[in-house]
């Protein structure tokens, strides 16, 4: 036994708890002393039968994925398991919270399993680029089949106890108790004499082998365009429960484990996983005293207001919607009424739930009402002139300690703040659009901005089921600044010879859903045009400039909502076709500026989209406006779609290899210089032969 896990026997059941907080991982120290107890309990002549419980939260939520990418300490998850299921006394699994991964195969190890009624079961593995490694891959069909076992492995989503007791991975549910209807569970099993019932030998899931086969055929041509190797080698693993002998079957899988752990796309889910985590711990957070914020004023009922009020509402926090008129607030009370109808449409929410959100919002045209809100979130138009006199306004009538957020893109938010009387209780909350959807929230800190606002907004995002981003006050703050990177590193392409289409096919093949002059036609090109309007004054005449998208706009050529933009679109159509206007204004360009155009491929598009956004991400880090580097991957991940098994900017240049980014930089810094030089932080980090994880903190 040991700081993990306890031995006690009552009344000749030996209890195993197993306390490894937060989640229980099964870290080494959690394995050993799982063997160990095991072994011990096998030998104890007064025990008759065991329990094994987690103290916490949770039943062990996994392998401790820490210890990924590291050689394993030995004994391994699927030694436990096994020694688990081959013990000559009944044992039994008592779940509560989450079982998932290597949690999940524990329980699956035992003979018997209980369930709190509100416990769920998981095999999440797929979504760190791995797959069951303890055994699940052949215990799981046993009991219930090909179809549930893949819609467990392939999803990575959990199930319901209810769920898992009617596939029969659970034997009872329990509302009372759980450790005292284990304890009873258990000793009745050893007074019936009921024997040991190894999952291994169970076979009800093989039951119609040729509706197994079928299945596995079917999943396995869905998988087959997979970017990552997991998802396959899961259905290779399924199949091969049924065909092979069990020991078979976990050697096999044991290997597919081991191929797949060290992949990049792997490392890079692992490295997704925890940078979402870690973003949340930000310097702020320290002796930070949060702000009670119980009711929100959303000022702007347009395309951000409306769903950030949503998304409030989904909290259930009440909600004072502020428009400049009757028609404005009309159109917004609509459209979010709209957003809920859909939601009911759909089966996401049930009619009464609707009522209940839409019974917290009220409208109005008055700013005073917002004079009792905790906290007031901005999204008008996107001009300073108009924000100001509206951040005019709140100044006059917030109560003191409200907080004053501002959904703005681009703009100066210390301007902003320096025009107010309580610039401390100014701070950015920038969400993307869906604001409904999207999970992304930009956490702006301005230079006077109070540690606790900052720390309160991390606290809220938590609520609003948002991941949160902290990102200093710069043009575009992290997202936005590596978008203008990504797009201008497009942009000279396109100057040079490629397409908008074989440039969007290509970061489509990259990962990305859609490529940037999909994106640009989705979201409008007026937005990103106003930005370079107002940078107009400031640019640099000596900086290469492409005026491509100027042209297009220069023709009312705005994307979808227009009808054109980079792409034709018939009416109603979302799906795009090649423009040879556009081309010929893309030919004009070139002639004019004396440029023969030239073949790109698809990796050197790739290369140089990648390059630039990782490049811009390290000029972030040496201003100090992003923390890290994970936090600009999270950025990307969760806000621009960013293919999450790459990680991100920052963990593709990683995997990539700094040296062979920072060499293609160079390679291109005679097109334009202010744009590729690599930032000095490269040539630092690999002359300490370091990477950008290294900047990580932990
Ligand atoms: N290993 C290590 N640390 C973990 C962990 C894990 N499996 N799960 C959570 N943590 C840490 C997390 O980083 C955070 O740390 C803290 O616990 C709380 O987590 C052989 C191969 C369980 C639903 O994929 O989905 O088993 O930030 O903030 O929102 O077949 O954590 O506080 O320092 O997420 O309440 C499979 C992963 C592993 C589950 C709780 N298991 N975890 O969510 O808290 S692979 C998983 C989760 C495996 C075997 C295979 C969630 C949660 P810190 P949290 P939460
Ligand atoms: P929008 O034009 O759809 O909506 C703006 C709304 O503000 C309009 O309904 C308008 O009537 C209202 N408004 C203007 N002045 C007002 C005032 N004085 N009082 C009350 N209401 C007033 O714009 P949007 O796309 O929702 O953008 C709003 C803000 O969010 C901008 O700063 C924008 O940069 C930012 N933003 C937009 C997106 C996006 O994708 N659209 C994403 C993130 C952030």
Same mark, same amino acid.
């Given at each position: ?5 306890t031995?006690?026997?009552? &009344? ?7 306390s490894?907080p %937060?989640?229980?991982a099964?870290?080494?120290s959690v394995?050993?002393?799982l063997?160990?107890a095991?072994e011990r309990?096998?030998?104890?002549p007064?025990v008759?039968? @065991? ?12 392998a ?20 688990i299921e ?6 039994v ?9 290597g949690?999940?195969?524990i ?6 399993r209980?369930a ?26 046993r ?5 549930p076992?893949?819609?467990?492995? *392939?999803?990575g +989503?959990?199930?319901s106890?209810?769920k ?10 329990v ?6 209807e284990?304890l009873?569970f ?9 024997? %040991? ?11 119609d082998?040729?509706?197994?086969q ?5 999943? /396995? ?5 997979s ?10 693993? =399924?199949e ?27 490392r890079a ?11 949340? +711990?930000?310097p ?7 702000r009670? @914020?119980?009711t929100?004023?959303?000022?702007g ?8 009020a ?10 004072? *919607?502020?428009?400049?008129?009757d028609?404005?607030?009309?159109r ?7 957003i ?7 089966? !996401?929410?049930?009619?009464?739930t609707r009522d209940? !959100? ?9 700013m005073?009402?917002?004079?009792a809100? &905790?906290?007031v979130i ?30 703005t ?8 703040a320096a025009?107010?009387?309580?610039p ?14 999207? +999970?992304?929230?930009?956490?702006? =800190? ?35 600044r590596?978008?203008?990177a990504? !797009?201008?590193?497009?942009d000279?392409? *396109? ?5 908008p ?5 290509a970061?489509? &093949? ?5 490529g940037?002059?999909?994106?640009? &036609? ?16 400031? /640019? ?6 492409v ?7 220069? !023709?009312?050529?705005?994307g ?26 893309i ?12 073949d790109f491929?698809?990796?050197e598009?790739?290369?140089?989209c990648?390059?630039?956004?990782a ?5 972030l880090?040496?201003?100090g406006v ?7 991957? @999270?950025? *990307? ?10 990680g991100?900017?920052?963990?593709a240049?990683?995997l990539?290899?700094l ?10 810094? +005679?097109?334009? %210089?202010e744009?590729?030089? %690599? ?5 630092e980090?690999?002359k300490?032969?370091?990477h950008?994880?290294?900047l990580?903190?932990?």
């Open positions: 036994m040991n700081d993990h896990v031995y006690e026997v009552q &009344d000749g059941v030996a209890v195993l708890t197993i490894h %937060p989640v229980n099964l870290s080494f394995r050993s002393g063997l160990e095991v309990a096998d030998a104890d007064t008759r039968s @065991v329990l094994i419980r987690a103290a916490g939260r949770t039943f062990p939520a996994g401790d994925v820490r210890e990924f990418g590291k050689p394993r300490a030995k004994p391994i998850l699927s030694t436990v398991v096994a020694r081959t013990l000559s006394k009944p044992v699994a008592a779940v509560h919270g989450t079982a998932l991964g949690g999940f195969e329980a699956l190890g035992a003979h018997y209980l709190a009624r509100s416990a769920r079961f998981g095999l999440p593995e797929v979504g760190l680029g791995v797959l069951p490694g303890g055994g699940g891959t052949q215990r799981v069909p009991l219930v089949g090909a179809g076992a893949l819609d467990l492995m *392939l999803s +989503k959990p199930i106890a209810e898992a007791r009617e596939l029969g991975l659970v034997d009872v549910l509302d009372g108790d759980l450790e005292a284990g009873v258990a000793r009745n099993l050893a007074e019936k004499g009921d024997p %040991p019932r190894p999952t291994r030998d169970r076979r009800e899931g093989f039951a082998p040729a509706a197994y079928a299945e596995i055929t079917a999943r /396995r041509a869905k998988v087959a365009g970017p990552i190797e997991a998802p396959r080698k899961i259905v290779d693993c =399924v091969a429960a049924m065909l092979l002998p069990f020991e078979a079957g976990i050697a096999m899988e044991r290997a597919a484990f081991d191929d797949c752990e060290n992949s990049d796309g792997a889910l692992r490295h997704a996983f925890f940078a979402e985590r870690r973003a949340a +711990k930000v702020e957070l320290e002796g930070a005293s949060l009670e @914020v119980n929100i004023g959303v000022v009922a347009g395309t951000m207001g409306t769903g950030i949503v998304v409030c509402l989904d909290a259930g926090i009440p909600v004072t *919607l502020v428009e400049r008129d028609a404005g607030l009309i917004g009370v609509e459209r979010i009424d709209a809920y109808e859909r939601s009911v449409a759909k089966g !996401r929410i049930d009619a009464a209940a !959100r839409m019974g917290l919002l009220t409208g109005t045209t008055r005073e009402d917002l004079d809100v &905790d906290l901005e999204a008008v138009f996107e001009e300073v002139s108009v924000k100001e006199a509206v951040f005019a306004q709140l100044d006059q009538v917030m109560k003191p300690g409200a907080i004053l957020a501002t959904n893109s681009y703009l100066d938010i210390n301007a902003l025009t107010i009387s309580r401390q209780d100014v701070v950015g909350y920038h969400f993307f659009s869906p604001a409904n959807i999207m +999970k992304l929230l930009e956490i702006v =800190v301005a230079d006077k901005t109070d540690p606790d606002v900052v720390a309160t907004g991390f606290a809220l995002a938590r609520k609003l089921r948002k991941v949160p981003v902290r990102a200093g006050v710069t043009d575009g703050f992290i997202g936005n590596i978008l203008a990504y !797009r201008l590193a497009a000279f392409m *396109l100057e040079d010879g490629a397409t289409a074989q440039i969007d096919a970061m489509r &093949d990259y990962g990305f859903p859609v940037p002059y999909q994106v640009l &036609d989705i979201a409008g090109l007026d937005i990103s045009w106003a930005r370079r309007k107002r940078l107009a004054a400031t /640019r640099n005449p000596a900086h290469r400039y005026a491509i998208g100027d042209h297009l706009c220069e !023709r009312g050529w705005l979808q909502k227009t009808g054109r933009g980079y792409y034709l679109y018939e009416a109603g159509s979302r799906v795009g076709t090649e423009d040879p206007e556009v081309l010929e204004i030919a004009k360009e070139r002639a004019a500026k004396g440029i023969s155009p030239r491929s698809a990796e598009i790739q290369a140089r990648l390059g630039a956004m490049n811009e991400g390290a000029r880090l040496e201003e992003a923390l890290r580097p994970s936090d600009i991957d @999270v950025v *990307l991940l969760f806000g621009y779609g960013f293919p999450r098994w790459r991100g900017p920052m963990m240049a990683d990539r290899g040296v062979t980014v920072e060499s293609e930089l160079k390679s291109w810094i +005679k097109e334009a %210089p744009f590729w030089t %690599p930032a000095p932080l490269w040539d980090l690999i300490n032969g370091r950008f994880s290294d990580n903190g932990d």
